[in-house]
């Protein structure tokens, strides 16, 4: 069973920056994709960025020019550099891996955006 450990949430001011990191138990080239996801109270969980086994990535557009993705596949771990932040972007991050016939979750860690 594949873990996935998602650190790195906190508290930052608005305009601030943060990095949240999520680390595999496996090697990330077993994977299709992973991404970041985010929950906010009383939301759905929408995609925020991905990042696929070529490299390729996508972001949401609430995000796009402010969020980056990146992996180093050495470390088995996936970041979500997050710049510009806005009190909007409040909410539980949870990384995603996705396979062939299955998706794993991270349990989440939180990041509050508020002055």
């Known amino acids: 069973q594949v873990q996935l450990v998602e650190s790195g949430g906190g508290l930052v001011q608005p305009g601030g920056s943060l990095r949240v990191s999520c680390a595999a138990s496996?090697?990330?080239?077993?994977?299709?994709?992973m991404g970041w996801y985010r929950q906010a109270p009383g939301k759905q969980r929408e995609l925020v960025a991905q990042?696929?086994?070529?490299?390729?990535?996508n972001y949401a557009d609430s995000v796009k020019g402010r969020f980056t993705i990146s992996r180093d596949n050495a470390k088995n771990t996936v970041y979500l550099q997050m710049d510009s932040l806005k009190p909007e972007d409040t909410a539980n991050y949870y990384c995603?891996?996705?396979?062939?016939?299955?998706?794993?979750w991270g349990k989440g860690t939180l990041v509050t955006v508020s002055s």
């Open positions: 995603n891996a996705r396979a062939v016939l299955t998706d794993y």
């Open positions: 496996d090697t990330i080239f077993r994977f299709n994709a």
């Open positions: 990042i696929t086994l070529g490299g390729s990535t």
